[in-house]
């Protein structure tokens, strides 16, 4: 039962670990692409009065939704809106192909965004999260002023941070604005070797679940390196009292960053029996251990681009 439960956590690693990578590998081409965009932009049409013809004027910013709402290309205006940031709005736009390719072809993606360091934004996102907000409802600024639009993203990534430009995973899962249980991977992109902005792919949890320890009827959980309960399937969820994140709206994101940090962190489960299982998790592969009166023998594979651990727990 042992070795087969292991073989089980093998696969589903390989599976989540596999799509992981596709995101990263795609972000990194995606970029590349944008690069181009920039180096070579005097090959394209970009035309500001194209801009204020086709643009909705939200306060001091721009928004052009397409696709039902799924493509969006806009700007916070918390950079003045003039002739130039104008030039790049429909520059990004042909980027749209790209990112549709890819929003559609990922298995984990629910939104897939640039962002210069301008507040220039564009990408896909889910139809749900927007249907119902007609253009002139989203306020850009006070976005912007919320941060959402710096919250890692850039600082993750810029050169002070990472010399080596490389692409960085949120260093912890996280709940985002609509209520979406994700990590995040960010990705820097250039102009003329500066830092021009960042990628930043959202990679849905859910989906993963489903890939792994969903698949099992074998208790299992998911653990994240930092002990956030990441999610829990139906065996374990029988047996344990342990309730994985369930989708809802947040009044604010303070309250949803405090429930991972507290609700979701095993190091403050009131049970003394879930801290050790936390605690083993980090720095074993296999052992045994007691759960409410009851002998398991736990055992974990991790997924190491998310630093995700899947584990079972098997009875003795």
Avoid at 37 to 61: A, F
Avoid at 194 to 205: Q, R, W
């Amino acid at each position: 039962m042992k070795e087969k439960t292991r073989e089980a956590l093998a696969e589903y690693v390989r599976t989540v670990s596999g799509n992981c990578r596709e995101l990263m590998r795609e972000t990194e081409r995606l970029a590349c692409f944008v690069e181009d965009l920039l180096k070579y932009k005097d090959l394209y049409d970009t035309s500001p009065e194209s801009v204020d013809r086709r643009y909705t004027k939200i306060g001091p910013g721009l928004m052009l939704l397409e696709d039902g709402k799924l493509y969006m290309n806009a700007v916070s205006g918390s950079t003045p809106v003039d002739d130039r940031i104008k030039r790049e709005l429909h520059l990004f736009e042909n980027a749209k192909t790209r990112l549709k390719d890819a929003f559609y072809r990922l298995r984990y993606c629910d939104e897939l965004w640039f962002f210069t360091n301008e507040t220039v934004a564009s990408g896909y996102m889910e139809y749900e999260y927007i249907a119902d907000i007609p253009p002139e409802g989203i306020d850009l600024t006070a976005i912007h002023a919320m941060r959402i639009v710096r919250l890692n993203w850039f600082d993750i990534v810029n050169p002070a941070n990472n010399p080596e430009r490389r692409g960085v995973w949120s260093p912890f899962p996280f709940i985002e604005l609509y209520g979406q249980w994700i990590f995040s991977y960010h990705y820097p992109f250039f102009e003329d070797d500066k830092f021009k902005g960042a990628f930043v792919p959202h990679a849905k949890i859910e989906p993963m679940l489903e890939d792994s320890i969903y698949r099992s009827e074998e208790k299992m959980i998911a653990v994240h390196d930092d002990s956030t309960l990441i999610g829990v399937n139906a065996a374990a969820q029988k047996e344990f009292d342990l309730q994985p994140y369930k989708y809802r709206v947040w009044a604010d994101i303070t309250q949803a960053m405090n429930y991972v940090r507290n609700d979701l962190d095993l190091m403050r489960s009131e049970s003394e029996d879930f801290v050790w299982l936390a605690d083993g998790i980090k720095w074993q592969t296999e052992f045994d251990l007691t759960i409410n009166g009851k002998n398991y023998t736990v055992i974990k594979e991790r997924v190491p681009e998310i630093g995700v651990s899947l584990v079972a727990l098997i009875d003795k």
